[in-house]
């Protein structure tokens, strides 16, 4: 049974940074591309970053572009998402998504971990 | 850079009645890659349908979904009290490689 747990999440200063983890308790991450989507309070989904099942391919939304890094260790089953110079807009609960196969559905989701980026 | 606008943005309906969702692409998409999930308060959106039109594992056969090129829709045949939540649609592109959300429709009840 898949099963994603996000953590990390909580209250930092703009500017700051903090990096999220999120582990799988399944059996098959290691196969899987994984993804972070934000949600900002009251708002919709926005996609942030995708890295693929061996972390060859790693694509970023502008909105994040040079200021987060994805990345993945397999032997943990475990996804990070290090996030630098944040801002206000950055505000979020961010969830980790499994996609089932290529650019296809996100098939399981965490919980989601709230960001809060306030002085 | 591809925009994907759903309508309407809220949709009053009563129970039993056809919820018919839009979700329109600003350019020509591949159907493979079109997918809607449901969202509740509180929770991670939950996948409803893949591929266009494909049921994921579990979802009622109340649940559908079809278009293809720019529009695409999700029809909720009888409305059921647990169906009131906030759908979304979501495409890859691949230039720029990535995801795209629709902006969502709440479902709510009349």
């Known amino acids: 049974e898949v099963q994603l747990v996000e953590s990390g999440g909580g209250l930092v200063k703009p500017g700051g940074s903090l990096r999220l983890s999120c582990t799988d308790s399944?059996?098959?991450?290691?196969?899987?591309?994984m993804n972070w989507v934000r949600q900002a309070p009251g708002k919709g989904l926005e996609w942030v970053s995708s890295?693929?099942?061996?972390?060859?391919?790693?694509y970023y939304a502008d909105s994040v572009k040079g200021r987060f890094t994805i990345s993945r260790d397999n032997a943990k089953n475990s996804l990070y998402l290090q996030m630098n110079s944040l801002r206000a807009e950055d505000t979020a609960v961010y969830y980790c998504?499994?996609?089932?196969?290529?650019?296809?559905?996100?098939?399981?989701w965490g919980q989601g971990v709230l960001v809060t980026v306030s002085s | 850079e591809l925009v994907l606008t759903q309508s309407p943005g809220t949709l009053s309906l009563s129970p039993g009645e056809k919820a018919t969702l839009s979700c329109r692409a600003s350019?020509?998409?591949?159907?493979?890659?079109l997918v809607w999930y449901q969202q509740k308060p509180g929770q991670a959106p939950r996948l409803l349908i893949y591929?266009?039109?494909s049921r994921a594992a579990g979802i009622p056969d109340r649940f559908s979904g079809g278009g293809s090129g720019t529009d695409f829709t999700l029809t909720i045949s009888r409305v059921e009290p647990e169906d009131f939540a906030v759908y979304y649609c979501?495409?890859?592109?691949?230039?720029?490689?990535?995801?795209?959300f629709g902006q969502g429709t709440k479902l709510e009840i009349k």
């Open positions: 998504a499994r996609e089932f196969d290529s650019r296809s559905r996100f098939d399981y």
């Open positions: 399944g059996l098959t991450f290691s196969s899987h591309t």
């Open positions: 890295i693929s099942s061996s972390s060859g391919s790693i």
């Open positions: 350019q020509s998409v591949s159907s493979s890659y």
């Open positions: 591929r266009a039109s």
């Open positions: 979501q495409q890859y592109s691949s230039s720029p490689p990535g995801y795209t």
